[in-house]
T-cell receptor, first 111, second 115 residues
Framework: GQQVMQIPQYQHVQEGEDFTTYCNSSTTLSNIQWYKQRPGGHPVFLIQLVKSGEVKKQKRLTFQFGEAKKNSSLHITATQTTDVGTYFCAASPNTGNQFYFGTGTSLTVIP | KAGVTQTPRYLIKTRGQQVTLSCSPISGHRSVSWYQQTPGQGLQFLFEYFSETQRNKGNFPGRFSGRQFSNSRSEMNVSTLELGDSALYLC??????????????FGSGTQLSVL
């Protein structure tokens, strides 16, 4: 079953506003990855976090991995219409190789 | 380098039929994973193959099966189709186990409609 919870499920923002999605697991994760799926498209890899407390940036996107390696967040600063899509986290627990995707956060950016 | 190729792109079947979907991974990628995507359930893991061996299996009934060939190409089969099997089936390849940090490269998927 689903082991990775993601919130919120939907988010509507005005262009220029910030956006954050959160990913939570009940178990410690070996690593966490983030993917973006544009409407009608397929998921595309964005980034991978491995270390406890790790923070990575890609232009306006900031990714964080929690100290306990049980949660992660993706923050987008000053959203643009090109940011529209569904953002998924994906992770594997330490004890196995099962790879779970979060439920996803669908981002709508209003021009 | 060619991406992950899935065929067919669209498929319409009726209840009770069976279906076979095909996936050709990126050259050199030995791990192939399959996911079912529906609006209500998101991306659900079906199974993962590496070097022709199924290493992991998700929580799906036995009607869902798969295999991987020596050239890393993979097929998944769904027998006795049900209406609830209507979904986008995504295949993803990676150089190593996703759980160990292998990033997934997805194909465009096969949109299956069961009538």
């Amino acid at each position: 079953g689903q082991q990775v919870m993601q919130i919120p499920q939907y988010q509507h923002v005005q262009e220029g506003e910030d956006f954050t999605t959160y990913c939570n697991s009940s178990t410690t994760l070996s690593n966490i990855q983030w993917y973006k799926q544009r409407p009608g498209g397929h998921p595309v890899f964005l980034i991978q976090l491995v270390k406890s407390g790790e923070v990575k940036k890609q232009k306006r996107l900031t990714f964080q991995f929690g100290e306990a390696k049980k949660n992660s967040s993706l923050h987008i600063t000053a959203t643009q219409t090109t940011d529209v899509g569904t953002y998924f986290c994906a992770a594997s627990p330490n004890t196995g190789n099962q790879f779970y995707f979060g439920t996803g956060t669908s981002l709508t950016v209003i021009p | 380098k060619a991406g992950v190729t899935q065929t067919p792109r669209y498929l319409i079947k009726t209840r009770g039929q069976q279906v076979t979907l095909s996936c050709s991974p990126i050259s050199g990628h030995r791990s192939v994973s399959w996911y079912q995507q529906t609006p209500g359930q998101g991306l659900q893991f079906l199974f993962e193959y590496f070097s022709e061996t199924q290493r992991n299996k998700g929580n799906f009934p036995g009607r869902f099966s798969g295999r991987q060939f020596s050239n890393s190409r993979s097929e998944m089969n769904v027998s006795t189709l049900e209406l609830g099997d209507s979904a986008l089936y995504l295949c993803a390849s990676s150089t190593e186990d996703p759980g160990a940090g292998g990033k997934l490269f997805f194909g465009s998927g096969t949109q299956l409609s069961v009538l």
